[in-house]
């Protein structure tokens, strides 16, 4: 059991009282939802690594266990017409998870693997995430098992008019400002902006992400990708090093992945290689700024596949993945910097072996949560930087709070002033997550780093709100 926390008044407690007290929840939520695991790991990471705070402020123990449970959970039915006249039915989800901090912040993921325990995981990580932007938005996230994949520009349109039809009863400007996240780029969240605003009559912010004509923000989508990059430029700088002529190793070919590519190349680093669902490119020299804006056409306008690049550019190798092997080969490929930017645990143990074998610096994670909790306590052990998700790959939900910023000012700012801004917020993220390792106790750890910091700052504001 906790120690008594009633309104801050708890003892002293000891490490091995938090211990037992952390797994005392752990065991509660897999019972509670058993059907969960992206959640419980995500819940899990957090938890182990905030227990020196419980130790040194047993006042934090009382709000633990309502952290834990969203606020709302919203599920819905999303029916749509395709263009043969077929009726289709997906689900639609809305995880309104904390609003301590500011409106519900979070993407909406359209893609067939989405349930409940990625969207619960996606939106926990989410809370501290956008705590450690030290911008005024609380955590949430939502989407729908529906595949975007294949379907004509009508049928997008047609799902996302049906989803808003129902999501706009719970979203506004200052209650949850959702955005777009795998499989919802700037297309969806136009058709999805669109209803919004016929439904209800009025122009403001309630997405982000959206098209510069609607009210969008300049280098939205290319703020994750830039974000992971300055993220990773201040760790190896932090540790004497520079990232120029960074041999790096990129998964993914979306948005976090090309412009994080683009970001690199800039800095003078060399990309290696990018991937898709179906395999990997590399190119050993390194691939050109001409390249890389081919490859983003490619899959941006053409929605294009990676085994189509070789015909363009045949000193680039293109391999297939076997999924069968239970590991991905990608990351056999040798580099000094790793950025995996496609989805949640695509580094397990045996990546992370690969990559500890290879030589690699740091691994800086542009996906959410990309890395198992195997891999990320081999790459601790063998002293490989880890560049956590909630930090690093923070720069697209700041910009989106930026966004916001001018919706709500009807102001523009020009590229410039948001690449400058995004630049400050990343490097305050990198020097909070930094401090927070060293106070307690675990330097270099920014794994530990990022979640007390975004912890603490989430929790002080639970506690100055009371029992709600």
């Known amino acids: 059991m906790a120690p008594d926390t009633a309104f801050g008044k708890a003892p002293k407690t000891n490490e091995t009282a938090a211990k037992e007290y952390v797994e005392e929840l752990m065991v509660k939520l897999k019972k509670r939802d058993p059907d969960q695991p992206e959640f419980h790991q995500a819940v899990h990471e957090v938890l182990v690594s905030i227990v020196p ?37 997906n689900r639609g989800y809305r995880v309104q998870f904390s609003s301590c901090l500011g409106p519900y912040k979070g993407g909406l993921r359209f893609h067939p693997s989405v349930n409940l325990s990625i969207l619960k995981f996606l939106g926990f990580e989410q809370i501290f995430k956008n705590s450690l932007t030290m911008l005024p938005i609380g955590g949430g996230k939502g989407g729908s098992d529906f595949n975007p994949k294949g ?34 780029g700037g297309r969806e969240v136009g058709f999805l902006f669109g209803q ?5 009559n009025e122009f403001v912010g309630v997405l982000t992400g959206k098209p510069i004509e609607s009210g969008g923000s300049l280098i939205r989508n290319e703020s994750t990708g830039y974000g992971t990059v300055y993220f990773a430029k201040e ?35 060399s990309v290696i290689t990018l991937s ?17 804006e081919w490859i983003k056409d490619l899959k941006f306008e053409q929605r294009g596949r990676l085994s189509e690049v070789p015909e363009k550019f045949p000193e680039i190798a293109y391999h297939e993945v076997d999924t069968s092997v239970g590991y991905n080969p990608i990351w056999q490929v040798k580099g000094d910097l790793y950025l995996p930017c496609a ?29 198992t909790a195997e891999a990320v306590d081999y790459f601790l052990n063998h002293n490989i930087m880890i560049g956590p998700a909630k930090a690093a790959n923070a720069g697209g939900v700041a910009v989106s709070a930026l966004e916001m910023a001018q919706n709500g000012q009807r102001i523009f700012w020009d590229e410039p002033e948001m690449d400058e801004r995004l630049t400050s917020i990343m490097q305050n993220i990198h020097e909070k997550v930094k401090n927070a ?12 780093g990022a979640n007390i910091a975004g912890f603490i700052r989430v929790a002080d504001a639970m506690l100055q709100t009371g029992l709600v």
């Open 343 to 371: 989805h949640q645990n695509e580094i397990g143990e045996q990546d992370a072996k690969h990559i500890v074998a290879n030589g690699g610096i740091a691994v800086v994670e542009g996906a959410n949560m990309p890395s």
């Open 437 to 448: 390792a060293e106070e307690y106790g675990h330097a270099d750890n920014y794994v530990m």
């Open 196 to 200: 919004y605003k016929r439904i209800r």
């Open 53 to 89: 705070v419980l130790v040194k402020h047993p006042k934090y123990f009382q709000v633990l266990e309502r952290m834990l449970e969203p606020e709302r959970v919203i599920l819905f039915r999303v029916p749509w017409l395709d263009d043969r006249g077929n009726i289709h039915v």
């Open 151 to 184: 379907k004509s520009d009508r049928e997008i349109m047609a799902f996302c008019q049906s989803f808003m039809t129902e999501l706009y009863r719970h979203i506004g400007a200052d209650t949850d400002v959702p955005a777009g996240d795998i499989g919802c």
């Open 235 to 269: 760790m190896l700088e932090s540790h004497s090093m520079a990232i120029s002529g960074k041999r790096t190793i990129i998964s993914g070919s979306g948005n976090v992945a090309m412009f994080a590519a683009d970001k690199l190349l800039e800095l003078g680093a």
């Open 276 to 292: 898709d669902s179906s395999g990997y490119i590399v190119c050993d020299g390194g691939l050109s700024s001409e390249q890389v």
